[in-house]
């Protein structure tokens, strides 16, 4: 069985000039594309989640993926 890698330190309470990100979002492309790409809630990599995802009220996510991205960040 193939594990995805954790991406949650890439979101750990990101900001934005006016504060926290609290429910920005964030979209996965598959990289030098704009398809989506899936990402998961889980380390085994079987619960999709959302994409694009919606940050936490403290603007966190911890998701899962394996490959390469294009990530676009968003504010609320």
Known sequence: MSYGKSIDFLFNQMRSYAGSLAAGSITFYEAG????????????????????????????????????????????
Do not use: H, W
């Not at 790409?37 to 936490?56: E, G, I, K």
């Not at 403290?58 to 991205?69: P, Q, V, Y």
């Open 33 to 76: 594309t704009t398809t989506l790409a899936t990402v998961y809630l889980d380390r085994t990599l079987s619960q999709a989640a959302a994409n694009p995802y919606t940050l936490s009220a403290d603007g966190t996510a911890e998701l899962f993926a394996s490959g390469l991205f294009r990530v676009v960040i968003k504010d609320s």
